[in-house]
């Protein structure tokens, strides 16, 4: 433990602590022992934003470029200083102040990405205040659900954005949420709303949506922004937070239907962003950054805002999509602000890589030295057609595997160090100490297969789920005690390098999204056509998995094409339009055991159609035809 410790507060010296703090890494795994707690300098006193903003600054970054802003449309595009970022930060908040968020409080964020977003989340860093990103691509259901649940005070939201063709209505989305809420007992008190949709530009055959403005809570970002401006900034004063302040919370999958808000807490989140920025993508002074996953997500926060940030880089923040106006969007944004570094995701390169090399080719990537990927297993095509057409066989690919949870990289090389292996997230970084073990929970040493676990605290790690610790304990401490438990499964081969397979529990993965199949299970049951469902992870060709439904229907209901449609639209208003299933399987019956078990593992060898399988033991099913039947009826393609 003490040469982890030691390496870790001589990171944290090169950022800025109001008042230091000796202490290291205090931690107990172990709920047989006593509380699970984990600790990171505790006693130290710092801000995230002024680590980000000032520090900066006065290292002579006032003027370099913070953020490279690129719309949805073409052309659409301005870019933010450090000393201007610091500015907006500052006034903003003030805003939140005058709207009475206080330390501790939690602020709602559901925007697209524009600067605003990096802006709200940075103010709430600088007051102490908790913000919680909700990605814009939520339902309401979904942010009504995260807005009572961390009870949170206020909202920023945009009027709307497009993403490619497609027009947002988010505030209409946002104004489901708070009625959702309202039920719930749960009322915002206010919302601040940023007028997007004026200063873009509309694409071709678009309809701007219609905006509601309930005057009595709503307000406009820019008009609080005027009013902030006359008062005197000095007054914006920096809140010195304890390191184990909550920074933010950030929502992922449950298992059982609920989603958890994971809380990150501020100094060890910050060493860890820090220091996973500074190594894993060789930070430069003149590189240009683009991490092209949404800030919704946890890759966005640690890379795209407070990793870039914290490393000083001037990094990307594009609205649009990568196939609009045609695949070759993120090739010419490469070329155009000479991008060095990116980082994206395998369902984003699967889906580039079928389209001809010249949507690559004709764009200059000379400027490209590093090119990672996160979210989800990297196949060996897909790493490869990488390694060779997008970084013409000079750049090094790094394939970081880490969760929300985790905070940053769990598993990574190091470019130019770590020799790398196509499909291998290759060795732990720095402090990270992985074990395989059986499900027995025996450790494994050597060449295995097992259930991926960290035999020791990290800094970045998440300390709990908001308002539910047992909850905390029970997901990631007691499958195997004393060792806080990825839910993954992952091979260790002869030289060590590890290749993470994929879940081993009942999550699925989506283009890098996580999803329960509980939860989208839950949704299903609730369709009043449906008497029961089982959902399980289909394998598919750019998207990773998709969701598989079988669904059986109450009595004399018929599984139509509009039902069918009905079902997954459901599925995209209570979850979100990546959640719905690919396929709606209508069945008369589900496999189960005797003791009333659904037992998936059949259910997936159907979903994938593989004929040839040993589907096991099928004697202790209950009945056996149910089997020939969900083969029988297995529709193609919806
Ligand atoms: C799950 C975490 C952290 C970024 C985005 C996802 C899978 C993530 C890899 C990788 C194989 C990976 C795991 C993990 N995963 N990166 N490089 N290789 N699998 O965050 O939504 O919390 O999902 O994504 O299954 O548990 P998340």
């Known amino acids: 433990m003490e040469e982890p410790n030691k390496f870790w507060k001589s990171v944290a010296k090169e950022l800025h602590f109001e008042k230091w703090s000796d ?131 206020i909202l920023i939201t945009a009027d709307g954005f497009y993403r490619g063709h497609k027009a947002i209505d988010l505030k209409t989305l946002a104004d489901k949420a708070f009625s959702i809420c309202h039920d719930q007992g749960h009322d915002i008190d206010s919302v601040i709303m940023v007028e997007h949709l004026k200063r873009i530009r509309t694409p071709q055959g678009a309809i701007p949506p219609e905006v509601k403005i309930n005057k009595k809570t709503d307000s406009l970002w820019n008009k609080e922004m005027e009013a902030a401006s006359s008062k005197n900034l000095q007054t914006s004063k920096i809140e010195w937070n304890d390191s184990e302040d909550p920074l933010f919370i950030l929502y992922t999958s449950g298992s059982t239907g609920t ?84 980082y994206t995701s395998p369902t984003a390169v699967r889906s580039l890589m079928d389209c001809p090399t010249e949507m690559v080719t004709d764009y200059s990537r000379d400027t490209l030295k590093i090119l990672g990927v996160v979210g989800e297993p990297i196949n060996r095509p897909a790493w490869r057609w990488l390694h060779k057409v997008v970084g013409g066989e000079k750049c090094a690919i790094v394939d970081t595997y880490w969760q929300t949870e985790t905070g940053g990289p769990m598993l990574t090389p190091l470019p130019g160090a770590t020799p790398t292996k196509p499909g291998s997230a290759t060795m732990p970084f720095f402090g990270v100490d992985p074990v395989l073990v059986d499900d027995q929970g025996v450790a494994k040493k050597g060449q295995i297969d097992g259930n991926l676990c960290f035999a020791r605290a990290w800094p970045g790690m998440a300390r709990t789920i908001w308002g539910d610790h047992a909850r905390f304990i029970k997901t990631y401490f007691s499958t195997f005690p004393g060792l806080y438990f990825t839910g993954d499964g992952a091979r260790r081969d002869q030289d060590s390098y590890y290749w993470v397979g994929g879940r081993v529990d009942d999550k699925l993965n989506v283009s890098g999204h996580l999803l329960s199949t ?43 094409a509009d039902l069918i449609h009905e079902i997954k639209q459901e599925v995209r208003n209570k979850i979100g339009p990546f959640a719905a299933p690919e396929v709606v399987h209508g069945a008369c019956g589900l496999p189960k055991t005797r003791s009333g078990k659904i037992t998936r593992r059949i259910l997936r060898i159907i979903a994938e159609g593989d004929h040839k399988a040993n589907l096991g033991d099928t004697s202790t099913l209950i009945d056996e035809q149910v089997i020939a039947h969900l083969w029988e009826t297995r529709p193609d393609v919806q």
């Open 518 to 560: 509980s939860e989208i299970e839950c949704v299903l049951t609730h369709h009043p056509t449906v008497q029961e469902a089982a959902v399980v992870a289909a394998p598919h060709p750019s998207k990773g998995q998709v969701p598989y439904a079988f669904v059986v229907l109450k009595q004399s209901r018929t599984l139509t």
């Open 23 to 153: 202490k290291g890494l205090e931690y107990n795994f172990d709920h047989q022992k006593g509380e699970v707690f984990v600790k990171f300098m505790e006693g130290a006193k710092t801000n995230m934003a002024y680590n980000c903003l000032e520090r900066n600054i006065q290292k002579g970054l006032g003027s370099k470029i913070a953020y490279i802003w690129e719309g949805n449309e073409p052309g659409d595009q301005m870019t933010i200083t450090y000393q201007e970022l610091l500015e907006q930060v500052s006034k903003f908040a003030e805003v939140l102040r005058t709207k009475g968020v206080k330390k501790g409080d939690v602020v709602a964020i559901y925007l697209p990405m524009t600067i605003e977003l990096p802006i709200a989340m940075l103010a709430c860093a600088r007051i102490g205040a908790i913000h919680s990103v909700v990605f814009a691509g939520f339902s309401s259901d979904a942010l009504a659900n995260r807005i009572h649940q961390a009870k949170a005070k």
């Open 259 to 342: 989603p958890k808000g994971l809380v990150h807490t501020t100094t060890g989140y910050m060493t860890y962003a820090y220091e996973a920025a500074k190594k894993i993508f060789d930070s430069k002074p003149d590189d240009v950054f683009w991490c092209t996953a949404d800030i919704g997500w946890i890759t966005g926060h640690t890379f795209g805002v407070y990793g870039a940030l914290l490393n000083g880089m001037t990094s990307m923040l594009f609205e649009g999509v990568p196939n609009y106006p045609d695949a070759s969007r993120m090739w010419q944004l490469v070329e155009k602000y000479k991008v060095s570094k990116l």
